[in-house]
């Protein structure tokens, strides 16, 4: 917004991931409360909004900004260029679940990041002979990586997975039987908003891959993008 203050020129800003949207006027650390105000003025004073979710408008509320600005809604969609089907059949007597995505550590603060901290879900599905495949984020730490591929060893049906292209990714994981979004609202101290309004890849990675999908309901705009078409 330095650009337009400045210079005077149209500023368009594409909303995703607000710390307002997170958690509230009084977010519990210092850095994400001095984003409060910015957030405030890139919404009140930008000439456009582009929305890939409708985080836009709960983080709008929240800030009591009732800005005119023309508001763009422009979610997440697949490539046709990386449509693939149905890989490989697994055998008959296995089921298999892929999840692609960021994920923590044990260590990591629950109230941050408890919904992506995959412990919980690999020893419930280890315990029902559940195949559960993960696919990282290629940003994560070593740390992290040598977390779960020793859990990888001690649990038969968790399968610890090197992070792979897009392209790449769709091909491998279009095996499986389904693609899950396991969020939920009581995993993490972040608002419930945030999960409810949010968007993602996730599910148009699986619908790329041809995977039926496993979403939580607590999942409201992309649970919605899924039953509206018919997902």
């Not at 909004?49 to 709960?58: G, K, N, T």
């Not at 495949?133 to 940003?139: A, K, N, R, T, V």
Request: glycine share 4%.
């Amino acid at each position: 917004m330095i650009v337009k203050k400045d210079f005077n020129l149209k500023c368009i800003i594409s909303v995703k991931d607000t710390s307002v949207a997170s958690f509230g006027l009084n977010p519990p650390r210092w850095y994400l409360r001095k984003e409060i105000p910015s957030e405030r003025y890139a919404l009140k004073h930008a000439d456009a909004v582009l929305a890939e979710s409708l985080e836009v408008c709960h983080a709008s509320r929240i800030l009591r900004v009732n800005s005119k600005q023309n508001r763009i809604y422009f979610p997440n969609y697949c490539d046709d260029d990386n449509m693939v089907e149905r890989g490989q059949k697994l055998p008959r007597n296995e089921l298999h679940f892929v999840y692609v995505g960021g994920i923590r550590g044990i260590q990591d603060r629950k109230t941050d990041h408890g919904n992506i901290q995959m412990h919980w879900l690999i020893e419930a599905l280890d315990e029902q002979e559940v195949h559960f495949h993960i696919y990282p984020s290629p940003s994560l730490s070593r740390g992290v990586y040598e977390e779960y591929y020793q859990i990888e060893k001690e649990k038969k049906h968790f399968h610890m997975h090197s992070p792979l292209s897009p392209k790449e990714m769709n091909n491998e994981i279009s095996k499986y039987h389904f693609g899950l979004v396991p969020f939920f609202h009581e995993d993490t101290g972040r608002a419930k908003e945030k999960r409810y309004y949010s968007s993602s890849l996730k599910i148009f990675n699986y619908i790329e891959s041809s995977l039926p999908i496993l979403i939580s309901e607590d999942m409201g705009h992309q649970r919605w993008i899924m039953e509206r078409y018919g997902m």
